[in-house]
């Protein structure tokens, strides 16, 4: 009776749990996988995402560190080398920076300047993005940085069955993938199935969250329930808001992007990282390439402001809300003023 | 278990009664470098081995002469010079077994090539064709690492990786003074001797960083006295002497097979080329210095231990010689062949499957080509 698998199956849980599951069965899945990290061993990690991990997979498996993100990564790449499946956490987005040589020169680099030989099949976990009241250097959202250095994959899921589904992904994946973890949402609960969770496709395919027929928001990570939100409010102007997850940065999934952009001939991008040299501008380029012939208002950002991350008392005021897409998307040139003859 | 259940991970009040973790006396390097050429220890070495080693000296340093003319010749973009540092390069090498992995940096060509790697394979990075040229599984040397100091994690990682997997493979990393201020050299050294890697710390101490000298880049008694700090025994070691390079390496490297953990190694050298053919070496230090440096020259010391020893006559000499003057032949006419790279294998190593944009650039390129083509073909 499938009523009886409903009532024993879902439950609700939250994202920390789903990745939580989605390390374990990855690592009971495959003796390759190695999680290391700073206190991810007998804590279970600051955001208790490696909890248990260490208690059943034993310290080797699942290893406490020495306090260096750089030497993380640069022995992670040695494992790796070695035919290991390295699973890294960084403890906080802006604690990762140290890391960033061995992510940009050789993470990214190695199966490239060897030709193919030497993939380095490596998951960068990083918890990412504000709204949670962290202090200086914990809300940092630095997409832009992974997305434009190639060879890296950038991966962040909105949802508790796609951050399941993304991190079994990314740590299949034979390429490096930074996996973006939207630090907001790790609380976020939804009925999830955790012995039978659902397929996600694989890194590069975006979804359309919810259907709509005026205006496309293009957006990831902890700004696709603002989104939601947002159309939500939107209906009692008469919009009816399409919202499109990108959940994959890269590979970017171009085609649900675009086939969403040309139905509804509106878009606007969404995220909390800086808009100046974001992810939005690469969007909103890519949607202005491909389409132009549909476009009825040119497209519109709505990102963090061009400021280094505000102290919580007023991270409020930066963070991309659903006032502010409302705004954007009231901007979307409904009644034309050329035709109203209100220009002037 | 509690954290404070575990074994190591409860540290008690500071009191009358402390100690450090571990005695520092033993991890303290050598007061003096060591050295066998010229000692009385001299007499005991293999002369097997002592051949071996000249043999590998006497093509090192024809290699680096070869190398440095084939810049001149436009043939490499740039060639960062051994020489004056072979016993170094050929020591490591012939330390590991075949099991084993190297870790070199960009000046550790020659170290790469005694192992066994092909020369012009070695040389694709400096000659601008592929960054690695070679398959860094097959001989395991890792590709040739220029920022520096940055592949030294990954030595830890790999021999970390190999002693969970129950291997007896050891990683023998390269680095030089100048590296040695970076911080992944503290993080590589320290993550090793936490984790117990079996890894091998080569420090080529050539007195410069470019045109830096060691005074200006640390103040640490010498840079083998960094080991204490993190817990690592070092050695100091004459860089000049092969035998006792290979000797100390040697030893290193069978405490590390056999569980011991990893050691720092500082060998004293001197890089008596320029940092590369685009160096003026002459606007930071002495002709005198140079000289002094010649006059402790790696190849002559062991040559002449022996012929002292009665185990090198004039014609062995020239028969050695010789070999290298074949070996550095054949290196010129191949590296006078012109690389044919495929411009279309730009997109083929970024992932192991092309994204939609690498798939449209390479459409891109393919049509710029055929349109090139076109244009020859006119």
Same mark, same amino acid.
């Given at each position: 009776?499938?009523?009886?698998?409903?009532?024993?199956?879902?439950?609700?849980?939250?994202?920390?749990?789903?990745?939580?599951?989605?390390?374990?069965?990855?690592?009971?899945?495959?003796?390759?996988?190695?999680?290391?990290?700073?206190?991810?061993?007998?804590?279970?990690?600051?955001?208790?995402?490696?909890?248990?991990?260490?208690?059943?997979?034993?310290?080797?498996?699942?290893?406490?560190?020495?306090?260096?993100?750089?030497?993380?990564?640069?022995?992670?790449?040695?494992?790796?080398?070695?035919?290991?499946?390295?699973?890294?956490?960084?403890?906080?987005?802006?604690?990762?920076?140290?890391?960033?040589?061995?992510?940009?020169?050789?993470?990214?680099?190695?199966?490239?300047? #060897?030709?193919?030989?030497?993939?380095?099949?490596? #998951?960068?976990?990083?918890?990412?993005?504000?709204?949670?009241?962290?202090?200086?250097?914990?809300?940092?959202?630095?997409?832009?940085?992974?997305?434009?250095?190639?060879?890296?994959?950038?991966?962040?899921?909105?949802?508790?069955?796609?951050?399941?589904?993304?991190?079994?992904?990314?740590?299949?994946?034979?390429?490096?993938?930074?996996?973006?973890?939207?630090?907001?949402?790790?609380?976020?609960?939804?009925?999830?199935?955790?012995?039978?969770?659902?397929?996600?496709?694989?890194?590069?395919?975006?979804?359309?969250?919810?259907?709509?027929?005026?205006?496309?928001?293009?957006?990831?990570?902890?700004?696709?329930?603002?989104?939601?939100?947002?159309?939500?409010?939107?209906?009692?102007?008469?919009?009816?808001?399409?919202?499109?997850?990108?959940?994959?940065?890269?590979?970017?999934?171009?085609?649900?992007?675009?086939?969403?952009?040309?139905?509804?001939?509106?878009?606007?991008?969404?995220?909390?990282?800086?808009?100046?040299?974001?992810?939005?501008?690469?969007?909103?380029? #890519?949607?202005?390439?491909?389409?132009?012939?549909?476009?009825?208002?040119?497209?519109?950002?709505?990102?963090?402001?061009?400021?280094?991350?505000?102290?919580?008392?007023?991270?409020?005021?930066?963070?991309?809300?659903?006032?502010?897409?409302?705004?954007?998307?009231?901007?979307?040139?409904?009644?034309?003023?050329?035709?109203?003859?209100?220009?002037? | 278990?509690?954290?404070?259940?575990?074994?190591?991970?409860?540290?008690?009040?500071?009191?009358?009664?402390?100690?450090?973790?571990?005695?520092?006396?033993?991890?303290?390097?050598?007061?003096?470098?060591?050295?066998?050429?010229?000692?009385?220890?001299?007499?005991?070495?293999?002369?097997?081995?002592?051949?071996?080693?000249?043999?590998?000296?006497?093509?090192?340093?024809?290699?680096?002469?070869?190398?440095?003319?084939?810049?001149?010749?436009?043939?490499?973009?740039?060639?960062?010079?051994?020489?004056?540092?072979?016993?170094?390069?050929?020591?490591?090498?012939?330390?590991?077994?075949?099991?084993?992995?190297?870790?070199?940096?960009?000046?550790?060509?020659?170290?790469?090539?005694?192992?066994?790697?092909?020369?012009?394979?070695?040389?694709?990075?400096?000659?601008?064709?592929?960054?690695?040229?070679?398959?860094?599984?097959?001989?395991?040397?890792?590709?040739?690492?220029?920022?520096?100091?940055?592949?030294?994690?990954?030595?830890?990682?790999?021999?970390?990786?190999?002693?969970?997997?129950?291997?007896?493979?050891?990683?023998?990393?390269?680095?030089?003074?100048?590296?040695?201020?970076?911080?992944?050299?503290?993080?590589?050294?320290?993550?090793?001797?936490?984790?117990?890697?079996?890894?091998?710390?080569?420090?080529?101490?050539?007195?410069?960083?470019?045109?830096?000298?060691?005074?200006?880049?640390?103040?640490?008694?010498?840079?083998?006295?960094?080991?204490?700090?993190?817990?690592?025994?070092?050695?100091?070691?004459?860089?000049?002497?092969?035998?006792?390079?290979?000797?100390?390496?040697?030893?290193?490297?069978?405490?590390?097979?056999?569980?011991?953990?990893?050691?720092?190694?500082?060998?004293?050298?001197?890089?008596?080329?320029?940092?590369?053919?685009?160096?003026?070496?002459?606007?930071?230090?002495?002709?005198?210095?140079?000289?002094?440096?010649?006059?402790?020259?790696?190849?002559?010391?062991?040559?002449?231990?022996?012929?002292?020893?009665?185990?090198?006559?004039?014609?062995?000499?020239?028969?050695?010689?010789?070999?290298?003057?074949?070996?550095?032949?054949?290196?010129?006419?191949?590296?006078?062949?012109?690389?044919?790279?495929?411009?279309?294998?730009?997109?083929?190593?970024?992932?192991?499957?092309?994204?939609?944009?690498?798939?449209?650039?390479?459409?891109?390129?393919?049509?710029?080509?055929?349109?090139?083509?076109?244009?020859?073909?006119?």
């Amino acid at each position: 009776m499938t009523t009886a698998v409903t009532a024993t199956g879902r439950r609700p849980a939250t994202m920390s749990q789903a990745l939580n599951r989605a390390l374990r069965d990855a690592m009971a899945a495959d003796p390759a996988v190695h999680v290391l990290g700073e206190d991810v061993g007998t804590l279970g990690g600051v955001f208790r995402i490696t909890a248990g991990l260490a208690e059943e997979f034993g310290d080797d498996r699942c290893t406490d560190t020495p306090l260096a993100e750089a030497g993380i990564l640069g022995t992670a790449v040695g494992m790796a080398m070695y035919g290991l499946r390295p699973v890294v956490e960084m403890q906080f987005d802006a604690f990762g920076y140290p890391s960033l040589e061995q992510l940009f020169s050789h993470v990214a680099k190695m199966r490239n300047r #060897t030709r193919g030989r030497l993939p380095l099949p490596i #998951t960068v976990r990083i918890p990412y993005g504000g709204g949670i009241g962290g202090v200086e250097h914990h809300s940092d959202s630095s997409e832009a940085l992974y997305m434009a250095t190639p060879g890296l994959h950038v991966v962040t899921p909105a949802t508790v069955a796609d951050a399941y589904g993304l991190l079994r992904a990314a740590i299949a994946s034979d390429d490096p993938v930074v996996f973006l973890e939207p630090k907001r949402l790790y609380w976020a609960k939804a009925d999830w199935e955790p012995d039978r969770p659902e397929e996600v496709p694989g890194i590069g395919t975006a979804v359309v969250r919810r259907r709509g027929s005026s205006a496309t928001l293009i957006t990831y990570g902890p700004s696709v329930p603002v989104c939601l939100e947002a159309a939500e409010a939107a209906r009692a102007e008469g919009w009816d808001l399409e919202v499109v997850d990108l959940r994959s940065l890269v590979p970017l999934d171009e085609e649900t992007v675009v086939a969403s952009v040309r139905r509804t001939g509106r878009a606007v991008v969404v995220h909390e990282a800086a808009g100046f040299g974001g992810p939005g501008g690469e969007l909103a380029a #890519t949607v202005a390439e491909r389409c132009f012939h549909h476009l009825e208002a040119p497209v519109l950002r709505v990102t963090g402001f061009d400021v280094p991350y505000p102290p919580p008392m007023l991270e409020k005021h930066h963070l991309p809300g659903v006032d502010r897409v409302l705004d954007a998307v009231a901007r979307l040139q409904w009644e034309s003023e050329w035709t109203s003859g209100g220009a002037n | 278990m509690t954290v404070l259940e575990q074994p190591g991970s409860h540290r008690p009040p500071p009191s009358r009664a402390w100690r450090p973790r571990t005695d520092p006396a033993p991890l303290l390097p050598d007061e003096e470098p060591y050295r066998l050429l010229g000692t009385p220890a001299a007499d005991a070495l293999d002369p097997g081995l002592l051949r071996l080693l000249y043999g590998h000296l006497v093509r090192g340093r024809r290699y680096n002469t070869q190398a440095t003319a084939l810049t001149r010749q436009g043939r490499l973009a740039v060639y960062p010079s051994s020489s004056g540092q072979e016993a170094c390069q050929v020591a490591a090498a012939l330390a590991l077994e075949e099991r084993d992995w190297l870790f070199p940096s960009y000046r550790d060509t020659l170290a790469a090539i005694a192992r066994g790697l092909d020369p012009v394979q070695a040389l694709t990075l400096l000659r601008g064709d592929w960054h690695t040229g070679y398959d860094p599984r097959e001989h395991r040397v890792a590709p040739l690492c220029t920022p520096l100091a940055t592949q030294l994690p990954h030595a830890v990682g790999l021999a970390h990786a190999a002693r969970l997997a129950g291997d007896d493979v050891v990683a023998l990393a390269m680095v030089g003074d100048g590296g040695t201020s970076e911080g992944d050299f503290h993080e590589a050294l320290n993550f090793a001797a936490v984790w117990k890697a079996p890894v091998v710390f080569l420090v080529q101490n050539n007195g410069f960083a470019i045109s830096v000298p060691l005074a200006k880049q640390t103040a640490a008694p010498s840079l083998a006295h960094k080991g204490v700090g993190y817990g690592i025994p070092a050695r100091l070691v004459d860089g000049n002497d092969a035998p006792a390079v290979h000797e100390v390496l040697s030893g290193a490297v069978r405490r590390a097979r056999a569980g011991g953990g990893p050691t720092l190694v500082e060998a004293l050298t001197y890089r008596v080329d320029a940092h590369t053919n685009a160096d003026d070496a002459t606007r930071y230090r002495t002709d005198a210095e140079v000289a002094a440096w010649r006059a402790h020259d790696p190849v002559e010391l062991l040559e002449r231990e022996l012929a002292r020893r009665g185990l090198l006559d004039e014609k062995d000499v020239a028969a050695e010689r010789e070999a290298a003057e074949r070996m550095a032949a054949e290196l010129r006419d191949r590296m006078n062949e012109d690389p044919v790279l495929d411009p279309m294998e730009l997109f083929d190593h970024v992932y192991a499957r092309r994204t939609g944009r690498l798939r449209r650039q390479a459409e891109q390129l393919r049509a710029e080509l055929a349109a090139a083509e076109e244009g020859t073909d006119r």
